[in-house]
């Protein structure tokens, strides 16, 4: 070791051990995604330009990745010794790792060159965040001495983005691919095919590019303004086949595959656009100009199989990736079921009905991928009427698709809206920048499981991991995608790499709120939302209290009563707030000298119904549990436009029974409640409400309303009593489901969500 280690050794001992523990709190470092296995010790490696890289033929894109990645972001210079030595370790899994770091050597052990790779990353993790950006200026840098053993949970790590609605660089997508793996993610679904756009160069087929490529203009604001607005601007552009070939290589370096979608047989409205031959109607049509679900879909006839086997064709020579997505998501039936070609091809060869031919058209089509070696993965509908024999299911309605084709023996990728689609609101503040709808905040993310309770221990082998989704309709520049990735991608990558026994939420918002910094070394956006503050009403018998919580540690909670402002002089939270009387809630997290992030406001409405007791007589759907049935009394109202916090409660298809008990009887005058009317979510008001009210000494009171309309279908159910109403005892309300989404719309066929809010009885 050469003097000046040694002297630096010294000096840092004085203050190592003294500060140590403080410094790395339950002895563990701030990677993301944490290690399975992870020991600090007492010292450090400092890396200089003394420092050498020794790595085989074996380790060449890992090790050039680390020697890169020093000398770029600072004036550090690597030598040929080995003060960081790669070790080939057959035993190892392939994408397993151990990095040893002493205080005169660094080992990074590893079966292959991923595996090395993504030791490399948790080391990058342990270096400033100057080495970004460049601007790390000292000649030499301490690095925590420590012992990691990691390996990662699932094989299938991946995000997906649509490239269809809007399109983004070659340089952004490389940046997309670059943070995918700095977080030991190693798949990228790339969505090149939609009704508003083909993004991928055809040779074969030059009209994609004329015409597929470009819409005319583009709608304005949200799908649920009324009347739709657009910009008048013609959009679009394709990547050329040279720009693919450029990405799968930068990806490859990366350990990143790029598996991308060609939808069929639906979302084919831009290319029946450029060959209206393709269709059922054989009529010329506009590339989608909106959001939503059309119907065109490919017609079963040859002159499309041909075209679908020469475009997959090109598409294979580009991307060396095992699966082909053909989407199979989201496909009307109307077309063919109009159509005497389709009503004649389904009679000629037996099938059932439309959903029969779809599931002939994707087997037709996964025998084509077969024969050049490859293997399909397509959206759950492709379940319906018989799945493809070696197709690969990506559950994203819920988990149900996932667990019938588990126990069918097909292998599963679970990306579920309720946990994996970041184009959800991911906070209930009102300046969040507009987004599709839902409510996906960062906590329950970190809490997906992706496996299926239901699943026996060999059927969950067949789960090859879980994906986070990015639909880009309300994303129409990277910047706006970054905000929804980051930091939700995060927690992403902790479930699907590391073991739920090493994952605590706490810890992890730690380790997010320094993360940012090298979020913002490397330039990309991100929502922050770690100051904000969950709130809820309880009650105890005694009375309602309202209990705050923040996800941060060594910062304070100051609140307000009166709608007023919280400063730093205001009031600390510390325990439970008694509340007797409405109240509007405001509080913000302060550190010692200012506010942090943004204010929290609850408008507590203590109605008559708040603490009495509540039953229904289904379960909500595990995925839109909201707060459970309490919270339908709760004095708390959910977001006007995010349907999936947990003030929401979501039923799938069913009609539900709700019986409010009071403890004593109470005068009542009338029944208010909401209902969410999202129809492009698949959500939609219900078809009937009645509400029966039931009195000590009276005859029990019936109250109907038929099809509320409008986007937060507010039903009010008054009591139709002249006389003044008194001693109700319990009320019943009966929710009548919507029933079956109908053609022409998104999930057509599909059963319909109901989703209810506050019953606040008055």
Avoid at 26 to 37: A, F, G, L, V
Avoid at 513 to 534: D, P, Q, S, T, V
Wanted: proline letters at 4%; a negative charge; aromatic letters at 12%.
């Amino acid at each position: 070791m050469h003097f000046k280690k040694i002297l630096l050794l010294f000096l840092f001992a004085s203050v190592l051990f003294g500060c140590l523990e403080m410094r790395m709190p339950n002895n563990t470092s701030q990677i993301i995604p944490i290690p399975i296995d992870q020991e600090i010790t007492n010292n450090q490696f400092i890396l200089d330009s003394f420092v050498g890289i020794n790595a085989s033929e074996e380790f060449q894109v890992s090790s050039s990745f680390l020697k890169n990645f020093i000398e770029n972001g600072s004036s550090i210079e690597i030598q040929n010794s080995n003060e960081i030595e790669f070790i080939q370790v057959a035993t190892l899994k392939p994408e397993a790792y151990e990095l040893n770091i002493q205080s005169e050597k660094i080992s990074i052990r590893a079966s292959s060159d991923v595996g090395a790779f993504y030791a490399v990353q948790s080391l990058r993790q342990l270096l400033p965040v100057g080495f970004e950006d460049g601007t790390y200026a000292d000649s030499e840098v301490a690095i925590q001495c420590l012992t990691i053993k990691d390996q990662p949970e699932f094989s299938y790590r991946g995000m997906h983005l649509d490239v269809g609605r809007h399109m983004f660089s070659v340089d952004f997508i490389k940046i997309y691919i670059d943070a995918l793996a700095m977080l030991k993610m190693n798949t990228f679904h790339w969505h090149l095919t939609e009704d508003q756009g083909w993004r991928i160069e055809i040779k074969k087929y030059p009209k994609l590019q004329e015409v597929a490529a470009y819409r005319d203009e583009t709608l304005v604001g949200h799908y649920s303004d009324q009347p739709h607005q657009f910009d008048g601007k013609k959009y679009g552009g394709y990547y050329t086949q040279e720009e693919v070939r450029d990405i799968v290589a930068y990806a490859e370096k990366r350990f990143v595959t790029i598996i991308p979608e060609i939808e069929m047989p639906g979302h084919s409205q831009a290319a029946v656009a450029a060959y209206p031959e393709l269709g059922c109607t054989g009529e010329p049509v506009q590339v989608a100009k909106k959001w939503g679900v059309f119907e065109e879909i490919y017609c079963p006839n040859e002159f499309t199989f041909q075209f679908l086997e020469e475009v997959l064709d090109e598409v294979m020579d580009l991307f060396p990736s095992k699966y082909i997505h053909i989407g199979g998501d989201e496909a009307p039936k109307a077309r063919w079921k109009n159509s005497e070609f389709c009503q004649d091809f389904i009679k000629k060869n037996n099938l059932r009905d439309e959903h029969g031919l779809q599931s002939y058209f994707i087997q037709r089509m996964e025998k084509y991928l077969n024969s050049k070696g490859r293997q399909i993965i397509g959206w759950d509908e492709i379940l319906e009427g018989g799945l493809a024999p070696n197709a690969t299911v990506m559950a994203w309605r819920g988990l149900e698709g996932a667990v019938e084709a588990a126990k069918a023996g097909h292998n599963v990728i679970i990306t579920p809206t309720s946990h994996c689609y970041f184009n959800y609101y991911q906070s209930d503040n009102d300046d969040e920048p507009l987004a599709i709808g839902g409510f996906l905040p960062l906590e329950k993310v970190y809490s997906f499981n992706p496996i299926p309770e239901e699943l026996t221990e060999e059927e969950a082998k067949h789960v090859l991991g879980a994906q986070g989704n990015i639909w880009t309709e309300y994303m129409p520049n990277s910047d706006k995608v970054e905000y929804m990735m980051f930091p939700r991608v995060l927690a992403l990558s902790e479930v699907v790499w590391s073991v739920p026994e090493t994952r605590n939420y706490k810890d992890f918002v730690s380790r997010v709120e320094n993360f940012y910094k090298r979020l913002e070394a490397l330039g990309m956006n991100y929502a922050n939302h770690l100051y904000e503050i969950e709130g809820e009403l309880i009650s105890n018998g005694k009375g309602v209290a309202y209990q705050m919580q923040k996800s941060t540690e060594g910062k304070t909670i100051r609140y307000t009563l009166d709608g007023l402002e919280p400063t730093i002089n205001s009031k600390v939270y510390k325990n439970l707030l008694p509340i007797t009387k409405s109240v509007n809630l405001k509080a913000a997290v302060f550190d010692a000298e200012e506010k942090l992030g943004t204010t929290f406001s609850q408008d507590i409405n203590l109605h008559k119904a708040v603490g009495a007791k509540i039953t229904i007589n289904k379960e909500s759907h595990k995925a839109y549990s909201g707060s459970g049935a309490a919270g339908l009394i709760n004095g708390i109202n959910g977001s006007d436009s995010r349907y999936g916090d947990k003030e929401w409660l979501g039923f799938w298809g069913e009609d539900i029974w709700i019986e409010i008990e009071f403890d004593k009887p109470t005068d009542v005058n009338n029944i208010s409640t909401r209902f969410y009317n999202g129809n492009g979510q698949w959500i939609y008001a219900p078809k009937s409400i009645a509400a029966t009210y039931y009195f000590r000494d009276k005859a029990p009171t019936v109250y109907k309303q038929i099809e509320p309309t409008g986007l937060l279908a507010n039903v009010n159910l008054n009591l139709d009593i002249d006389e003044e109403i008194m001693d109700v005892t319990k009320i019943h309300i009966r929710v009548e489901n919507y029933g079956t989404i109908p053609e022409g719309k998104q999930g057509a066929g599909n059963k319909a969500w109901t989703f209810i809010d506050e019953i606040v009885v008055n």
